[in-house]
């Protein structure tokens, strides 16, 4: 949980980053973008990458293979492209948009229309499961460890000091 937590600093100081940067750039440029709107758009580029980062995060502690990881991050973020990407192309494949996390935060554009206060909660409640499955995962994964490290400690213990122990 401690990783998600430092991944989540890292991802909404980012989005703050960006706000923080396009705010004075609304005016100076006159991009005549909404101080809210920007605001939800903001929440809603940390909410996508939470939800990647937390999928990988999940994957690798299935998986216990930093390989997991980063295959069920690319895997959001690559095929929530394509399906965005493909879902624009014709309308027999806008079904797509549906499988696609790009397209349900930025969708509607909230830069224009404002961002869904609904669909950045679904975000960020959707990367605290995941990371809460993948705590749940990685703690599974370290009783099994623990019991197989004392079992091996044990017995080369009991080799070195020519003692034999009996199970309790």
Same mark, same amino acid.
């Given at each position: 949980m401690a990783r998600f937590c430092a991944i989540a600093v890292k991802i909404l100081a980012l989005s703050a980053l960006l706000f923080l940067v396009v705010l004075p750039l609304n005016d100076s440029s006159k991009l005549q973008i909404e101080v809210g709107n920007l605001l939800g758009m903001c929440l809603l580029f940390g909410g996508v990458n939470?939800?990647?980062a937390s999928a990988a995060l *999940? &994957? &690798?502690?299935l998986t216990g293979r930093r390989i997991g990881g980063i295959a069920a991050g690319a895997a959001v973020a690559v095929l929530g492209y394509v399906f965005? #990407? *493909?879902g =624009?192309? =014709? #309308? =027999?494949l806008e079904w797509l948009h549906n499988l696609s996390p790009y397209y349900w935060a930025f969708g509607t554009s909230p830069l224009s229309t404002g #961002? =869904?206060?609904t669909t950045i909660v679904v975000f960020f409640g959707l990367s605290l499961v995941l990371a809460a499955l993948a705590a749940l995962s990685l703690r599974q994964r370290?009783? &099994?460890v623990q019991v197989r490290r004392r079992g091996v400690s044990s017995g080369q213990n009991s080799? *070195?000091?020519g003692a034999k122990l009996t199970p309790r």
């Open positions: 939470l939800l990647t *999940l &994957g &690798g502690a965005n #990407a *493909l =624009s192309q =014709s #309308a =027999s #961002a =869904s206060v370290d009783i &099994g080799r *070195l000091f």
